[in-house]
């Protein structure tokens, strides 16, 4: 079992920044790949990004509405792993979880049910 806790959401105005991460007390979190997911009200779930247990074993994706204002990040020392918002978007705004899987982040979509160890989330609320 994985438990994963995630931190670091809060309120911010457009254009803005903040930095998530999922961390685990277990070690063996950094044999995974670990997506983040963010779910608005009303909406479905949906992939935000991906990052495998280490560069040899896939790329890092990235949804395409966060291309080049969110960077995945990961620091096996710590059992963590980070997600850096910048140039946020009214439309950002979402509970955002880290999750868990027992292979890279290779292929094509980035769906919720390859994914078997969830944390709690966390909100992240962007308003003027």
């Known amino acids: 079992q994985l438990h994963l806790v995630e931190s670091g959401g809060g309120s911010v105005q457009p254009g803005g920044s903040l930095t998530l991460a999922c961390t685990s007390s277990?070690?063996?979190?950094?044999?995974?790949?670990i997506g983040w997911f963010r779910q608005a009200p009303g909406k479905e779930r949906e992939g935000v990004s991906c990052?495998?247990?280490?560069?040899?074993?896939?790329?890092?994706k990235y949804e395409d509405s966060v291309k080049g204002r969110f960077t995945i990040s990961r620091d096996n020392a710590k059992n963590t792993v980070y997600l850096q918002m910048h140039t946020l978007r009214p439309e950002d705004t979402a509970v955002y979880y880290c999750a868990a899987r027992d292979f890279p982040c290779s292929g094509a979509g980035l769906y919720a049910r390859d994914f078997g160890f969830w944390g709690q989330g966390t909100q992240v609320t962007v308003s003027s």
């Open positions: 277990k070690s063996t979190f950094n044999y995974f790949g």
């Open positions: 990052i495998s247990p280490t560069s040899s074993d896939g790329p890092t």
